[in-house]
């Protein structure tokens, strides 16, 4: 009897160990939202959670005599980047509209971190007519100084594109961002929705009649940070798959058409869209049964078949520690977007009973659900190193991230101005930085599955706002206690 107790113990202890191995992926999802608040610009509301910062960038837009004060800080420096940036805020929507009923009380909190963004988009979509506003300051001084947002006296350059200098892949991103975000607040303000959509439609337009890169128009002002390597065709079928999604109007598909068939990638990010557009567009194919769509739903499951470790056309690297491997600089971006669409992907093939081939192998939705739990699991501390890549999650996490404001003593405890080179003494420091950045995703571990956690390497160190952007959807979806 007592070793049958001792057996039935030891399964008990064995199973409960198993459930604790699972993170929490509420936590995680709550501090990812957190996030958002430190990379705050503009002026900061009275419920600023990221108590170390504070209010900056307050003429942003001064010298064009607009005001684009807001928005977010892209990653570690003081730039507001609108390319990144309307990604971001396009993945936060997609991410409330796919997983917002699994949100539970963090659905505020998302819709929150999007308005933030969208309210600055609204306001360089509209400041100026026959032009958009794509960017304020200037990234290659920003760059050799080492100072708080709070003390900028770099220029805060701002940065535009028009008729004579086109923009079509940052415009074209701003609509799908903007068209996203106002089915998020269809119910909850439909004025602000109504208004959200008309500057959709109307900044999607400028990206379609004058056509043009705006890494062409800007140069230097946006490359290397941020050029549209990929072209701009990506974003135009981007943007007018959201502004289908969003009005169901046949114009949007006519011009989806009239795009010809995109790229076969096996990478999704802030640059490429391709794969984002054909997972969009297969929900219609699949959800709707129209198709009319078919062509992106087998573009998807293409890309799916890419990524999959085991698929026959698998063309994705993974670290023995079962991390994909796309780029050395900031990987965890890609693994986070590619993870929301193999989730997403999931999700629909959940939905209506789907299956797919790679090859002879016939792959059903847990498949792409155990790489993605597998994925979200690694960068919150199931890896070899045991080291969580989300900031003040988990008991291990990156201490030295390269992150200006976070490495910096805050203006509450240090108010005289730091100046431009006046922080670089805590850049080469190995002290932790003063202010943890609850939530922020860094750019994450080497091929080897190595981390060095040093501020100065920001290809593994830094974070950014569209890293998190992508992993919200799937924290959400496991926090619900989905699983594969």
């Not at 007592?2 to 039935?8: A, Q, R």
């Not at 504070?54 to 064009?64: C, H, I, M, V």
């Not at 993945?91 to 999007?114: C, D, F, Q, V």
């Not at 799916?304 to 470790?309: R, S």
């Amino acid at each position: 009897m007592t070793s049958l107790l001792f057996l039935v113990l030891l399964f008990s202890s064995l199973l409960t160990r198993n459930v604790d191995a699972n993170p929490n992926y509420r936590e995680a999802l709550s501090k990812s939202l957190l996030f958002f608040q430190g990379q705050r610009s503009g002026r900061l509301p009275r419920d600023q959670q990221v108590s170390w910062r504070a209010s900056s960038g307050l003429s942003d837009g001064s010298t064009a005599h607009v005001d684009l004060t807001g928005g977010y800080y892209d990653a570690g420096d003081n730039i507001k980047f609108n390319f990144p940036m309307a990604f971001t805020t396009t993945m936060l929507s997609w991410s409330t509209l796919e997983y917002g009923k699994r949100m539970g009380p963090e659905l505020k909190n998302a819709r929150e971190n999007i308005r933030w963004g969208t309210d600055y988009l609204l306001k360089c979509a509209r400041a100026t007519p026959g032009k958009l506003y794509v960017g304020v300051g200037d990234p290659n001084v920003d760059h050799k100084c080492w100072e708080r947002p709070e003390d900028m006296d770099t220029p805060r350059t701002v940065y535009s594109v028009s008729s004579s200098n086109p923009g079509s892949d940052v415009a074209a991103e701003t609509a799908a961002a903007l068209a996203a975000a106002s089915m998020v607040f269809r119910k909850a303000d439909p004025k602000y929705s109504r208004l959200l959509l008309a500057t959709a439609k109307n900044v999607m337009q400028f990206a379609i009649q004058y056509k043009g890169a705006y890494s062409d128009s800007l140069s230097s002002s946006v490359c290397p940070f941020y050029c549209s390597y990929s072209g701009y065709k990506d974003e135009l079928m981007w943007g007018a798959a959201w502004l289908l999604r969003a009005t169901n109007n046949p114009y949007y598909e006519n011009l989806i058409k009239s795009l010809g068939g995109g790229d076969q990638p096996d990478i999704f990010s802030w640059d490429n869209k391709y794969a984002g557009a054909y997972v969009l567009l297969s929900r219609r194919a699949l959800l709707n049964k129209d198709s009319n769509f078919e062509q992106y739903k087998q573009s998807a499951e293409n890309f799916m078949c890419k990524i999959l470790p085991n698929s026959p056309s698998s063309s994705t690297q993974y670290t023995q520690g079962g991390l994909m491997y796309k780029l050395p600089q900031s990987n965890l971006q890609y693994v986070t977007a590619i993870t929301f669409l193999l989730t997403t992907y999931a999700k629909y093939m959940k939905a209506t009973r789907h299956t797919f081939d790679c090859g002879s192998s016939v792959i059903v939705p847990n498949a792409l659900l155990s790489v993605s739990k597998q994925q979200v699991d690694y960068i919150l501390g199931e890896n070899p190193i045991k080291m969580s890549y989300m900031v003040g999650f988990g008991q291990s996490f990156p201490k030295r991230i390269h992150h200006r404001a976070s490495s910096l003593p805050s203006h509450a405890l240090l108010s005289k101005p730091l100046g431009c080179n006046g922080g670089f003494q805590s850049f080469y420091s190995q002290n932790p930085n003063p202010n943890v950045l609850t939530g922020a995703i860094v750019g994450g571990p080497n091929q080897s599955d190595g981390y060095p956690d040093q501020r100065d390497d920001y290809s593994h160190s830094e974070p950014a706002t569209y890293i998190n952007a992508a992993f919200v959807g799937p924290l959400a979806y496991f926090a619900s206690g989905r699983s594969a």
